[in-house]
Each structure stands twice: as C-alpha cells, then as structure tokens.
C-alpha cells in the first residue's frame, strides 16, 4: 500500500517540478503578472523578477528530485531480505 502513496507523492511532485520549470517562466510569469495585477504580490512580482525566477528554480529541483526519489522507491519483501 506505501508503494502506491510514493508513487503518488512522486507524480505530485512531478508536476509541482512541471508547473515550476524555468524554462516556462517566459510564457507564466507574463500570466500571473496580469492575473495579480492590482495586488500587493502583482506589485512585487513585477519589481522581483530575478528573484522568483530563483525561487521556482528552487522549487524545480526539489520537486524533480523528490519526484524521482518517489517513483523510483520500492517496497522490499520481507521474505527477499532474510
């Protein structure tokens, strides 16, 4: 039953590390700058560019790797062990 919640977790965290690439950052932070404009996080965003793009780079890397870590984990059998 932990194998399925791991892989579970494992493509959560596989798709926080999709929605956070860096790569994407040209085509979403455009989006949410426009989405929070009037805000106090929209005014932010828009004078700290660099460091949310540092931010989701952070958050890329240990989505991905938790996302490997996740998925590739298996349960080992008690009786292998022995």
């Known amino acids: 039953?932990?194998?399925i919640w791991h892989k579970i977790k494992g493509y959560m965290a596989g798709a926080v590390a999709l929605i956070?690439?860096?790569c994407h950052l040209p085509i979403t932070l455009p989006l949410l700058i426009v989405l929070t404009c009037?805000?106090?996080f929209g005014a932010?965003?828009?004078?700290?560019?660099?460091?949310?793009g540092i931010i989701l780079t952070v958050i890329f890397i240990?989505?991905?790797v938790l996302a490997f870590?996740?998925?590739g984990k298996t349960d080992a059998n008690?009786?292998?062990?022995?």
């Open 20 to 22: 956070a690439c860096p």
């Open 69 to 71: 870590k996740w998925i």
């Open 44 to 52: 932010w965003l828009k004078n700290n560019v660099i460091i949310f």
């Open 62 to 64: 240990g989505g991905a």
């Open 1 to 3: 039953m932990t194998m």
């Open 38 to 40: 009037g805000t106090v």
């Open 78 to 82: 008690p009786a292998e062990v022995l």
